[in-house]
């Protein structure tokens, strides 16, 4: 029985990248697809990597973080360390966005404190 194969099209289609995003994965080493003259061939390693990637981008996770989550399920280890390097990137990274969101509203109550200053100035000399 061989092992399941994909081509760039058929990722790229599955998980709605393009074929150019795959290339710059595999430029960055998270997948290693093999060669068949021209051809790119993905493996389940492959699709595993890039399902990771994925993911690990939709959570904002910098590259050089998703590459280190990804690299160390393919060495050797225990799912515990695995999972307590997961915890301490994500909270990290909780961290980080709360102090964005705290940063935003901050922001937010001053524009709205400018904008109530401004709509008082202009209805003063509207008065006039």
């Known amino acids: 029985m061989t092992e399941p194969t994909w081509t760039i099209s058929e990722l790229a289609q599955e998980f709605s990248i393009t074929p150019r995003t795959l290339r710059f994965y595999e430029d960055q080493g998270i997948v290693s697809p093999q060669r068949e003259g021209r051809n790119r061939v993905y493996l389940a390693r492959d699709r595993t990597r890039l399902k990771l990637a994925l993911r690990g981008k ?5 590259l050089s973080e998703i590459l280190s989550l990804i690299n160390m ?3 050797p280890g225990t799912s515990t360390a695995q999972l307590r390097h997961y915890l301490q990137v994500l909270e990290k990274h909780r961290s980080m966005l709360e102090q964005q969101r705290r940063d935003i509203d901050d922001t ?3 524009i709205r404190r400018q904008q109530e200053a401004c709509d008082a100035l202009l209805a003063r000399r509207m008065g006039e």
């Open 58 to 62: 939709r959570l904002g996770l910098q």
């Open 108 to 110: 937010l109550a001053e």
């Open 73 to 75: 399920y393919d060495g």
